[in-house]
T-cell receptor, first 118, second 114 residues
Framework: KAGVTQTPRYLIKTRGQQVTLSCSPI?????VSWYQQTPGQGLQFLFE???????NKGNFPGRFSGRQFSNSRSEMNVSTLELGDSALYLC?????????????????FGEGSRLTVL | AQSVTQPDIHITVSEGASLELRCNYS??????LFWYVQSPGQGLQLLLK??????LVQGIKGFEAEFKRSQSSFNLRKPSVHWSDAAEYFC????????????FGKGTRLSVIA
């Protein structure tokens, strides 16, 4: 079974530009989560999508947005880039719920998209 | 709010020595507990998880972790470290109900010397 695929792996942008990152989850996984990883802040939760609906959102400004498509693929967008947005953006998928509705929490991560803002 | 503390930012051990990475959590109820590992330039890989039952859980690559409810801890151990274990290790917790996201500790970077 193929893992979580993120594209692009590396990209360089300048301040004020916008960027779109893509994530293809493991087949059958309906939940996609996004995390921002920086040396100073560690892994910070951005948002989670489940069945095309945003289910959770972290404490990030409105410049950060995302969406999920009917095939569970997800994209995140960052507009008006700032230097501080330079980070590794990680996507993770999960089966999310068992039949009892309990979130098992286990995530399967992609290799990330490394964004550098100049 | 739930939180995860990994008190050691960086640990250096000799190859063949034993290893223990500490993790403490603050939560209203016992959460699901995880350890992930991240090699340079890579995503995170699940090492092991605790949902319920035996408090000593075995994972991949020879790692194990012990859940101690009284100490709100979930420490990761390995009896003999290999040079390939050099990486960053993250402890994480997730609520047993609801849809709250996985919360990660800041990570512990492990260096292995000959």
């Amino acid at each position: 079974k193929a893992g979580v695929t993120q594209t692009p792996r590396y990209l360089i942008k300048t301040r004020g530009q916008q960027v779109t990152l893509s994530c293809s989850p493991i087949s059958g996984h309906r939940s996609v989560s996004w995390y921002q990883q920086t040396p100073g802040q560690g892994l910070q939760f951005l948002f989670e999508y489940f069945s095309e609906t945003q289910r959770n959102k972290g404490n990030f400004p409105g410049r950060f947005s995302g969406r999920q498509f009917s095939n569970s693929r997800s994209e995140m967008n960052v507009s008006t880039l700032e230097l501080g947005d330079s980070a590794l953006y990680l996507c993770a998928s999960s089966t999310s719920r068992d039949r009892g509705g309990t979130n098992t929490g286990e995530l399967f991560f992609g290799e990330g998209s490394r964004l550098t803002v100049l | 709010a739930q939180s995860v503390t990994q008190p050691d930012i960086h640990i250096t051990v000799s190859e063949g020595a034993s290893l223990e990475l500490r993790c403490n959590y603050s939560y209203g109820a016992t959460p699901y507990l995880f350890w992930y590992v991240q090699s340079p330039g890579q995503g995170l890989q699940l090492l092991l998880k605790y949902f319920s039952g035996d408090t000593l859980v075995q994972g991949i690559k020879g790692f194990e972790a012990e859940f101690k409810r009284s100490q709100s801890s979930f420490n990761l151990r390995k009896p003999s470290v290999h040079w390939s274990d050099a990486a960053e290790y993250f402890c994480a917790v997730a609520a047993r109900s609801g849809n709250t996201p996985l919360v990660f500790g800041k990570g512990t970077r492990l260096s292995v010397i000959a």
